[in-house]
């Protein structure tokens, strides 16, 4: 009896493992959003931007807001790509936006898995202290910054990194784009959150832009999402 016992204790390790093998192994592009090219100069960003027509564009925070032409908030626009001479590309720009903002993509018909191998791939270009954070809105509405920053950079640069490995969250407001205040009981910062029901998935840098140039700005040209699909 005993013998049987371990050798069921076995197999259930067993199938446990291999779950989460094949769970790992599924991860696969679940979308791609390059953001349209727009007239010469740049225009306030709207959900027009988005090709992807699975996608809806999110955008949370004052700095969000559009004000007067192209002198605030969050912009879509066209520029020159150094690294690819000859070539240009559309571009999210935030030097302008005046207060903290969020931007995030929804599928309309899927939530995100991202456990296991579920990761973020883009082309991003920060400069001054303006570095891009992973933002992730949970089945239940909960809004999370990573403690993640990609490193600054002259130029354009791809990136990857698994979600699993940013090593901790913030919950933020959503309408101010602050730290959420303290809730009696809970840490500030998640170290266990479940990744197997995102809602909505993007970026923000937690600041206000600074002015073009180096003065302080993110601009970002792609964003691919990896994981697996899972039913509204």
Known sequence: MRKELCILWLLVVVGFSLNAFAQQEAASLLFR?????????????????VTNPNLELMVYGPGSKPGVGRESGLLLGNEGDPTN???????VYTGVAQDTWGVMLKHKTNYL???????????VRQRSLHQIRPLIKLSDGTLLVGDYQEPLSTYLRETEFFLIDVPRWRPLNPETMFEAGNVRGEPL???????????EIGFTTLTSGAGHGTSGNLIVDYIEVYGSAVAR
Not at 33 to 49: H, I, M, N, R, S
Not at 113 to 123: A, I, Y
């Open 113 to 123: 898995d991202l456990r296991g191998t579920g990761r973020l791939r883009w082309r």
């Open 85 to 91: 001479p000859g070539n240009s590309v559309s571009i």
């Open 189 to 199: 910062w998640k170290t266990d959150v479940d990744l197997s029901k995102v809602d």
């Open 33 to 49: 959003e390059d953001f349209k090219p727009g007239p010469d100069g740049q225009v306030q960003l709207t959900g027009e931007a």
